[in-house]
Every structure is written in C-alpha cells, then in structure tokens.
C-alpha cells in the first residue's frame, strides 16, 4: 500500500531527480511512524529498545526530506491535504486504537494521495494541487484509494470479523459502488474497460470468499496477503493501461 500509489503517479507524471527523494522520503516516513506505532504499544520499560529505530528513520525522512522541499518547495501546498490525516493517525495510534476504522481510513487517504504528489513533480515547476493537468492522477489516486478502503471491509469479514454478515454487506455495498464508478470513468473514456471486469473479480471474491470459509475453513493470513497482492498489482496495471 505504500508503495502502489507512489508508483502510479510517477508514471503518470514521469520521473525526475524529485521523484526519487520523494520516494526514499515517503518510505522513511512510512518507518518512522511504524517505529511510532510500536513504541506506543510497547510496554514503558520496553520503550527505550524502539527509541533508536523511530530516531534512524525520523534522521532518515530529514535527510530525504529537506533537500527534496529545497528542489521542489511547492511540495509545502499538499501539507493542507496531509496534515488532517497525520494528526487523526498519530491521535488514534496515541490512544492504542490503530487497528480502528478511522485510523485505517487515514492511512489509505494518505496514501492515495501520493498518486498526485508523485505526478505532480513530473513537470518543472512542479504543479500545485489543484492543477488542471493533475486531474488524471487524483482519478487514479481515488481508484487505487477506493480498492485499498475497499480491502479494510473485506479482510474483517474473513479474520476479526469472521463469521459477521455486516462485514460481508458493508465490502459488497463498497465494491457495487466502485464498480459504478469504474463504470462512468470507462464511459466517459478516461480509462481502460478492462478495469469494469477487474471490479467484478474484486466484488466476487469479496462474497465468495468470505462464504466459502465458511464450510471450508479459515483462510490463513498469508493466503489472504499473498491473494491481495496479486489483485493490487492487477489493478496497478490496469489503471496503467492507455
């Protein structure tokens, strides 16, 4: 998930020597609210063996960071879009409830927006958010967005909410309504009709899958993980196409 969108967007906008620190930076920061996240959890006399990864991968996301914002300060525009996202994030992950809804909502949103930042440092000057020639990589960032929420949904129904027909429901409502507006994009010509039939695959394994456990067994986590990256990197490339 942290990586899918960055890769998006760079090949949409092209890459340019932003585009690598932008990457390294993301990534860094990926690592260090990881280390964040597990110091929290982390009882208190256990804390002081995480400091040093949050503090490396905090040096890291400095080292990548600065000099990125000195090449491309237009970057500073998004922080209105991130800000919101990180702040609920670290509240949530404050409070112990990373594992909630909201705290998964954030995320993806944050991800997803990495689409049009990425895209955006194609151009010199790099465009601002709003951009009209942006509009293209915000849609690919909503789709690849729209399929990561929709796996949140998707996974309860097959781990912690294993057995609930809520959570079966609310992933088949999420995935009728992506498949309409994958629908519209087609139609209007914006993107490949290949990613329709892709939708279909991922409404029907969202049902399927879930019922099926049901008077088979469980599915382990690593067949989830492992079924999940293949369907990502099915919509990555369809997203791609001309």
């Not at 079966?168 to 914006?190: E, F, P, T």
């Not at 009709?193 to 049902?207: D, E, F, I, M, T």
């Amino acid at each position: 998930m942290a990586t899918v969108p960055l890769i998006l967007g760079a090949c949409e906008g092209g890459v340019r020597p932003p585009t690598t620190l932008l990457v390294l930076a993301w990534l860094a920061a990926f690592g260090c609210f990881h280390a964040f996240e597990v110091i929290m959890k982390a009882p208190a006399r256990r804390r002081a063996q995480v400091r040093p990864a949050l503090l490396t991968w905090a040096g890291l996301t400095a080292v990548f960071g600065a000099p990125l914002l000195v090449l491309a300060p237009s970057l500073l525009a998004w922080a209105p879009f991130f800000a919101p996202l990180a702040l609920i994030a670290l509240w949530e992950v404050w409070r112990g409830s990373e594992r909630a809804m909201l705290a998964r909502l954030t995320s993806v949103l944050a991800a997803a927006l990495m689409t049009p930042v990425a895209a955006s440092l194609g151009s010199a000057p790099p465009l601002g958010p709003l951009n009209p020639e942006l509009a293209r990589a915000w849609m690919l960032g909503g789709f690849i967005g729209a399929y990561f929420l929709g796996t949140v949904p998707f996974v309860r129904s097959l781990i912690r909410g294993r057995g609930e027909d809520r959570w079966i429901i609310a992933s088949g409502i999420w995935h009728a309504v992506s498949i309409a507006a994958s629908v519209v994009a087609v139609a209007r010509g914006l993107l490949h009709p290949a990613l329709v039939l892709l939708q279909l695959g991922l409404l029907a394994r969202a049902l399927w899958m879930p019922l099926r456990q049901r008077s088979h067994g469980p599915y382990t986590p690593l067949q989830i993980g492992l079924a999940e990256m293949a369907w990502c990197a099915a919509m990555t490339v369809v997203l791609l196409l001309p």
